[in-house]
C-alpha cells in the first residue's frame, strides 16, 4: 500500500447502483459494445440479430469479433418486426432513449430465445430475468467509460479480459468543467473515443468504478425524470412519438427524442449555443428513404435532459425549438397513413 505523496481526486464511495446484485450474477466492462459481445459469448451463440437503428460502433465491434450478423427492422412503436430468429443465434432488443417500460420490453423478449437486453439508454431500467442485461456508464454519468452485464453467471467468463485503464484519456473529463465542451475538451474527448474504438473487451478500469462509487444516482434519476416530464410538457403538442405511449413511473431517460420535419433546426439551435445533434447519420446512406430507420436518422433530435441543466434552462431551448418550427408541418405520419 502506497503512503504520502500527492494526494489523489477523492469522491465519496457511497457505492455503485448496481450493487446489490450478486457478484455472481454481474460483469463489470470497459464499453457497452464490448458488454454486448460479452454477454452473446455468454449465451454460446456465433450470430446476433441487430436493429438497422444502432450506433455502428457495435456492429464494427462485433464484425472484427467475426460475430455474424443479422439485421431486422423495428415499426413506429420501436418494435421488432422481421426476426427469423434460428436456433443459434441470439437477439439484441434496445430500449431506445429509456422511455420504455420493463413490461414492454419484457413482451419482446418473450418472443425468442438467447435475449440480450441493451439498456445502453436506460441505464436504471431493472435487469429482466432469463436474458443478459447491458448498461453502459457514460451516457448517464461523468465517465470515461464503463459498462455492466447482469444475468445469470455473468461473471463466468471475466477472467478472460484484462484489466482496462482509463485515466489517461479521460482529461476532457476536467477540462470540461474549465473549457466547455469545445476547443480543448473536445479534442481530448476525441483521444478517448478513439481509445475505446481500439480496445478490446476489458475488465472496467479502477478509475471508472471509482467514480461510479462516488456517483449520486437519487439525485440523477429525479433530475432526468423532472426533465424528461418538463420537455415533454413543452414539446409533446409537435412530437411524432408518441413517448408516453409505454412508459412507467420508473423510467429514466436518457433522452427526449424529438421526431419533427425539419432540416434546419440544428443549425438554428448551434447559433444559439444549444448543442443539439441527430444519431446515426450512416443509416441515410444504408437504407432507403421510405424506411423508418431512415426517417428517424433525418429527423430525430435526441434532446438533452441530463442533470446538469435546471427548468429554467431546458425551457429556453424549448421555447427556441418552438418558436424555429412555428407554422411548419410534420406529414410524414399522414404520408404513410
Not at 478500469?205 to 433530475?223: E, N
Not at 409537435?238 to 440544428?266: A, C, F, K
Amino acid at each position: 500500500m502506497e503512503i504520502g505523496s500527492f494526494i489523489e481526486l477523492q469522491l465519496p464511495q457511497a457505492g455503485e447502483w448496481f450493487d446489490s446484485i450478486s457478484e455472481k450474477r454481474i460483469a463489470r466492462l470497459n464499453s457497452g459494445r464490448a458488454a454486448i459481445y460479452y454477454a452473446l459469448s455468454l449465451t454460446g451463440c456465433k450470430e446476433l440479430w441487430v436493429p438497422y437503428y444502432q450506433c455502428e460502433s457495435v456492429r464494427d465491434f462485433l464484425s472484427r469479433k467475426y460475430i455474424k450478423i443479422h439485421y431486422y427492422h423495428i415499426d413506429k412503436d420501436f418494435s421488432p418486426v422481421d426476426i427469423r430468429q434460428a436456433e443459434n443465434e441470439a437477439v439484441l432488443i434496445v430500449n431506445y432513449f429509456g422511455i420504455f417500460s420493463s413490461e414492454k420490453i419484457q413482451s419482446i423478449a418473450a418472443s425468442y430465445r438467447h435475449v440480450i437486453i441493451d439498456n445502453s439508454q436506460a441505464f436504471f431500467s431493472p435487469p429482466l430475468e432469463n436474458c443478459y442485461n447491458v448498461y453502459s456508464a457514460r451516457k448517464f454519468i461523468g465517465a470515461p467509460d464503463g459498462a455492466y452485464v447482469i444475468g445469470d453467471g455473468a461473471d463466468r467468463l471475466i477472467e478472460k479480459y484484462k484489466k482496462g485503464y482509463s485515466s489517461d484519456t479521460s482529461l476532457f473529463l476536467l477540462q470540461r468543467i474549465e473549457y466547455g465542451c469545445e476547443g480543448k475538451a473536445y479534442q481530448s474527448r476525441q483521444l478517448n473515443e478513439q481509445r475505446i474504438d481500439k480496445e478490446d473487451v476489458m475488465q472496467m478500469s479502477s478509475l471508472t468504478q471509482y467514480i461510479l462509487r462516488g456517483t449520486d444516482y437519487l439525485r440523477i434519476k429525479k433530475k432526468r425524470k423532472e426533465n424528461f416530464e418538463l420537455v415533454n410538457s413543452q414539446l409533446k403538442n409537435i412530437n411524432s412519438i408518441h413517448v408516453m405511449q409505454s412508459h412507467s413511473e420508473l423510467n429514466v431517460p436518457m433522452v427526449y427524442p424529438l421526431l419533427i420535419e425539419n432540416d434546419g433546426i440544428l443549425e438554428y439551435l448551434l447559433k444559439l449555443g444549444h448543442y443539439q445533434g441527430r444519431w446515426w447519420n450512416y443509416i441515410r446512406e444504408e437504407l432507403p428513404e421510405h424506411v423508418f430507420e431512415h426517417y428517424l436518422a433525418r429527423y430525430m433530435i435526441p434532446i438533452t435532459i441530463d442533470q446538469r441543466y435546471d427548468r429554467e434552462i431546458l425551457k429556453t431551448l424549448c421555447e427556441a425549438i418552438l418558436l424555429f418550427i412555428e407554422g411548419s408541418g410534420n406529414t410524414w405520419e399522414k404520408e404513410q397513413g
